[in-house]
T-cell receptor
Framework: AQKITQTQPGMFVQEKEAVTLDCTYD???????LFWYKQPSSGEMIFLIY??????QNATEGRYSLNFQKARKSANLVISASQLGDSAMYFC?????????????FGQGTTLQVKP | DTEVTQTPKHLVMGMTNKKSLKCEQH?????MYWYKQKAKKPPELMFV???????INESVPSRFSPECPNSSLLNLHLHALQPEDSALYLC????????????FGPGTRLTVL
């Protein structure tokens, strides 16, 4: 069965510093997709970054980068130059490889607080 | 138009009421989803519609009834809910090939008294 694990319930980071949020996954499917979403207190889920299992390079989107280590089954999110607006809950998710429904399996989430 | 909209933003209802949540997208996406999210927990998938047909029902109680009248619109009809059904209900859409990200709406915060 597919599983996503986020072991950090909460994290603190100083403004302008970089922070890494951990995510490990488990799947026997060779084709899968990994996602990170940000959820501010307002509730909306904001897509941040995507990594496909066959992608050769680590994904980057602005200040977000994904440290993809396939052999270790980890997909950590790195946020560079943290801003106060980065304070939110962050979810790692994996797309169910079966079929084309795009079903997402989420980790438990990490709450990030950025200190001024 | 690159967004998913949801109405209402907030809803308070009694256990005997009937209400509906609405979700709309005009991105031509052919897959739409309902998720339920309790506070400080990840979203839990409820239903998936693919090309306007129900493709996944995650054993959701019958007091929740989804409907997809057309490719742009997704409804969730609520009847005889329980206080434990109070949660954030999120709608999402995807182009339909299971590719890349799902686009989420802002959610409806539901309180059942």
């Amino acid at each position: 069965a597919q599983k996503i694990t986020q072991t950090q319930p909460g994290m603190f980071v100083q403004e302008k510093e970089a922070v890494t949020l951990d995510c490990t996954y488990d799947t026997s499917d060779p084709s899968y997709g990994l996602f990170w979403y940000k959820q501010p207190s307002s509730g909306e889920m904001i897509f941040l970054i995507y990594q496909g299992s066959y992608d050769q390079q680590n994904a980057t989107e602005g200040r977000y980068s994904l440290n993809f280590q396939k052999a270790r089954k980890s997909a950590n999110l790195v946020i560079s130059a943290s801003q106060l607006g980065d304070s939110a809950m962050y979810f790692c998710a994996m797309r169910d490889g079966a079929g084309n429904t795009g079903k997402l399996i989420f980790g438990q989430g990490t709450t990030l607080q950025v200190k001024p | 138009d690159t967004e998913v909209t949801q109405t209402p933003k907030h809803l308070v209802m009694g256990m005997t009421n009937k209400k509906s949540l609405k979700c709309e997208q005009h991105m031509g996406h052919r897959a739409m989803y309902w998720y339920k999210q309790k506070a400080k927990k990840p979203p839990e998938l409820m239903f998936v519609y693919s090309y306007e047909k129900l493709s996944i029902n995650e054993s959701v109680p019958s007091r929740f009834s989804p409907e997809c009248p057309n490719s742009s619109l997704l409804n969730l009809h609520l009847h005889a809910l329980q206080p434990e059904d109070s949660a954030l209900y999120l709608c999402a859409s995807n182009p339909g090939q299971g590719i890349r990200e799902q686009f989420f709406g802002p959610g409806t915060r539901l309180t059942v008294l």
